[in-house]
């Protein structure tokens, strides 16, 4: 079969089993636009703005478990979609990237619409290629395929010159079934030694936590995980990105640890004697102050990526591997020990947590006139029954859609949590609903997030993905406002957000529903009315108490067992 | 402690940026940095000295071998090996300052390349250590340039980097 670049591109993808693509058409890409054109396979989803394209990619493959593929033109499309690429990189989100570039033949000339995106992205990506020869088009991007969902996944980008996808120059066509390189070998199978020095470390612990992150997740070991859990009977916390791993209304569920963690995750991996780590990297938001991090605990760490141990914290078991079969090699190695969990070390250590529980460290006034953000998360978590896609943007309403909708499945969850991109929620959210159109798919945003993409209002409304915007709306960079409250004196400089659009009417001039929340009473009617809706976007603008923190909170510095607790909230009488 | 670190690398356009920038990128040291094609025109072996503890060398070895490009490495300074730089220095050589440079460099077992009546350019090979020892000996005041091409090595022995 001889094809033309543009044509070699779009059957790559129909080969790969692409279901959508997200991009934005532009000069470079024309010819690459014409051969989709005439095809139906591959759906395109035309976004407003190719930073939407990379996070509408991402929400799918988060979702989804999929690669994302985004295509956008040259120079200011490819740089639009930066962002995007770093978010995706930094929480390792399978994706391919396909840019157009300016012809060969003017490259380094400072051409129209010309930049060095593979120079710009290569601190940001996986890998990335720039192809030069039309005959090598279809083993790049089945490269770029394997690179991103092997291994730690994440993004690759493949910039294609003008020229090389010129409909008037066929090459014959061949897409390979397989991909090896021989620089590239991620590993699979841990060391069978080091997994059996972690099973005897993890069963004489006395004060045993598990302490676990998105690659639990990306890596498909939930069951795995679970089934380890629940077979030692020890306390299990979730890192942001880790929500939903192990189901969060699980006994042995102590809740997310870290800067926003709970009193009891975070007092248990202070006081731990062993702490098994797995597909977590202990990112700066989860330790707190390296020097008092789990000071008295041994630390066994499973990764798949060798350069994640013993970055941050001196590791005292690693195994690098894939977290799915090495869970369930250690899995069989606990069943086949003769130890078995220390029985009274273990009620005493559960005491002990049980005693930070009751200090209730989300606790916040449920009896208030004002409509609280922990309240609405609260209530859309019942009545979804914890079952919704949730994406988020990143802020205050991050942090409360993380501490009170308490994800069961793996999945759900999606947000930024590494790069911290706000505007990422709303597109991410037309990503999910496009993988799975049946569910309900929520987006819980804040006033200043949902602003920074706001213009996919439009990308929803082309394809009719009926998504559920939250806005949990303060009227304040709610976050920045509370570092400014506790760390400058309540200095709120350039924090409030003067001339907020009326949201209401922003989503109707695009042909959406929307609805202005004041009261509390009608919180959970306004969420019902959302969950009726499933043929439309609604957007819900609660205008929720603009002094509420994010509590508790380690601040920056600080150990995990020197938290600020809410207001009112004191530990020495728990203790007492 | 310096490292020696000799990396197998793909030879494709990009591949030196991407070694180059995850050193600038996570705030590492590089000291020297080499590279030249192999004998197999798909490879090139770079040779990268850098300093840091452990604790950085270890990660420096993982985040060098994440890079796809990269097919092998070794930190050489680990095991016996042979480290060489070429150096080429012009000098003042006037009057008396002519045989004692002449002298000097037949110490230092290096060559004469090029004289004019008040210059020489000299060629020296030899470890880093020996390299500063000559320039130290001609002196400053004596030196108008220096050229060095960085540290090269290779293990002794059957042991080797190679694919």
């Not at chain 1, 690669?67 to 399978?94: E, F, Q, R």
């Not at chain 1, 141990?309 to 090495?326: C, H, T």
């Not at chain 2, 690398?9 to 600038?24: D, H, K, P, T």
Request: proline share 5%; charged share 20%; aromatic share 8%.
């Amino acid at each position: 079969m001889e094809l033309s670049g543009g044509e070699i591109l779009v059957q790559c993808l129909i080969d790969e089993g692409v279901e959508y693509i997200f991009g934005y058409p532009g000069g470079a890409v024309l010819h690459i636009y014409d051969a989709l054109f005439k095809q139906d396979k591959v759906k395109h989803i035309l976004v407003r703005h190719e930073q939407g394209a990379t996070h509408a990619a991402d929400g799918y493959a988060r979702s989804s478990g999929k690669p994302g593929v985004v295509l956008v033109t040259s120079g200011p499309g490819a740089t639009n979609a930066v962002t995007g690429i770093a978010t995706a990189y930094m929480d390792s989100i399978p994706m391919v990237i396909l840019s157009g570039q300016v012809p060969m033949a003017v490259i380094g000339s400072d051409a129209f619409q010309e930049a060095d995106i593979s120079g710009i992205t290569r601190p940001c990506v996986k890998h990335n290629f720039l192809v030069k020869d039309v005959t090598k088009l279809a083993s790049t991007i089945k490269k770029a395929f394997y690179l991103a969902t092997t291994g730690r996944p994440g993004p690759v980008l493949v910039d294609i010159p003008k020229n090389l996808t010129d409909p008037r120059v066929k090459v014959p066509y061949e897409y390979p079934k397989t991909m090896t390189l021989r620089s590239y070998n991620p590993h699979v199978k841990g060391h069978r030694w080091q997994m059996k020095k972690a099973v005897d470390c993890l069963l004489e612990a006395k004060r045993p936590m598990i302490y676990t992150g998105g690659g639990i997740i990306l890596g498909e070991a939930s069951a795995e995980l679970t089934e380890l859990t629940r077979l030692l009977g020890y306390p299990i916390t979730n890192t942001l990105m880790g929500l939903g791993a192990y189901p969060g209304t699980d006994k042995q569920f102590v809740g997310m640890l870290g800067m926003h963690g709970t009193y009891e995750a975070n007092m248990a991996m202070h006081e731990c004697d062993v702490l098994f780590a797995a597909g977590a990297r202990f990112d700066d938001r989860i330790t707190g102050i390296i020097a008092e991090f789990c000071p008295h605990a041994k630390i066994i760490h499973i990764d798949i990526d060798p350069s994640s141990i013993s970055k941050n914290v001196r590791v005292d078991i690693p195994v690098v591997g894939e977290l799915k079969p090495v869970l369930t090699e250690m899995i069989e190695l606990v069943k086949s020990s003769d130890r078995k969990p220390d029985p009274v070390a273990l009620t005493n250590w559960w005491k002990q947590i049980d005693g930070w529980r009751s200090l209730d460290s989300l606790g916040f006034d449920r009896d208030a006139d004002v409509i609280k953000p922990q309240y609405v998360v609260e209530q859309l978590w019942e009545m979804t029954h914890g079952d919704a896609y949730i994406t988020s943007d990143v802020g205050q309403h991050q942090m409360f859609a993380a501490q009170f909708y308490k994800f069961d499945k793996p999945r759900r969850w999606i947000n930024s949590g590494g790069l911290g991109t706000m505007g990422f929620g709303m597109p991410a959210a037309i990503g999910t609903k496009l993988a799975f159109p049946d569910a309900d798919v929520y987006c819980i945003t804040g006033e200043a997030s949902i602003q920074m993409c706001i213009q996919e209002l439009a990308t929803a409304r082309q394809y009719r993905t009926a998504i559920k915007l939250v806005n949990l709306n303060n009227g304040y960079m709610g976050m920045v406002r509370q570092w400014q409250e506790f760390s400058y004196g309540s200095r709120y400089s350039q924090t409030y957000l003067e001339a907020l659009p009326d949201f209401v009417k922003l989503a109707e001039s695009y042909g959406h529903l929307g609805l202005r929340i004041d009261k509390k009473a009608d919180v959970r009617p306004a969420l019902e009315e959302a969950q009726r809706q499933k043929d439309r976007t609604i957007f819900l603008d609660f205008h929720i108490d603009p002094t509420e923190n994010v509590y508790p909170m380690i601040e920056a510095g600080k150990a995990h067992n020197d938290m600020r607790l809410a207001p009112g909230v004191n530990p020495d009488a728990e203790l007492a | 402690m310096s490292h020696i670190i000799s990396i197998l690398i793909e030879n494709e356009s990009g591949a030196l940026a991407r070694v180059a920038g995850l050193f600038s990128a996570r705030g590492y040291n590089i000291e020297s940095l080499t590279v030249a094609p192999t004998q197999d025109p798909t490879l090139s072996r770079m040779t990268l000295v850098t300093t840091g503890n452990p604790e950085i060398i270890e990660q420096i070895t993982k985040q060098l071998n994440k890079l796809i490009d990269v097919v092998k490495l070794i930190d050489i300074s680990e095991s016996t090996h042979i480290e060489r730089e070429l150096m080429m220095v012009k000098a003042r050589a006037v009057n008396g300052g002519r045989e004692e440079i002449m002298r000097l460099t037949e110490i230092f077992r290096g060559n004469i390349l090029d004289v004019t009546p008040t210059t020489y350019i000299i060629e020296i090979t030899g470890e880093k250590s020996k390299l500063d020892a000559f320039l130290n000996t001609v002196g400053e005041d004596n030196i108008i340039e220096v050229v060095r091409s960085g540290t090269t090595g290779i293990l002794r022995g059957e042991r080797g980097l190679i694919v």
